[in-house]
């Protein structure tokens, strides 16, 4: 079976065939999704990276990811919303990481994006973004 090779963030790909693509390829078409629908966004290969990073986190399971996509849908946000929800508690860390003089320590850095995801609320997130 061939996977998936195109992208819609409002139905989540299947976990299998999303990650049975290269990690490039899974950021084309997410970018490749956003062009054609003319979204726009600041770096569109850094959303597209981000909107990846989350896909992959629901496809494996990590539990934080999934209860915050059903739990920020069910507060009524849209699936490609609770997506970007949970992608800007991830760029924050990493701009966080990335700007840290010292090393930060992964294990603090994981439990404090696991915390921040299971905290995402949607009406405290629209607030946030502007969304």
């Not at 009524?76 to 003089?101: D, K, Q, T």
């Amino acid at each position: 079976m061939q996977p998936e090779t195109s992208y819609n963030p409002e139905n989540p790909p299947g976990p299998s065939d999303w990650l049975q693509l290269p990690e490039y390829e899974r950021v084309r078409i997410v970018a490749t999704y956003h062009m054609v629908h003319r979204l726009k966004s600041g770096s569109a290969k850094a959303h597209a990276a981000l909107h990846a990073i989350v896909e992959n986190q629901a496809a494996t399971g990590f539990g934080p990811t999934v209860r915050a996509l059903a739990r920020l849908q069910s507060q009524g946000l849209s699936r490609h919303e609770a997506v970007h929800a949970v992608g800007s508690v991830v760029s924050g860390f990493m701009f966080a990481a990335m700007n840290s003089p010292s090393q930060t320590d992964s294990h603090a850095l994981q439990s404090g994006i696991n915390t921040k995801i299971e905290a995402l609320d949607a009406e405290a997130w629209r607030k946030e973004y502007g969304a």
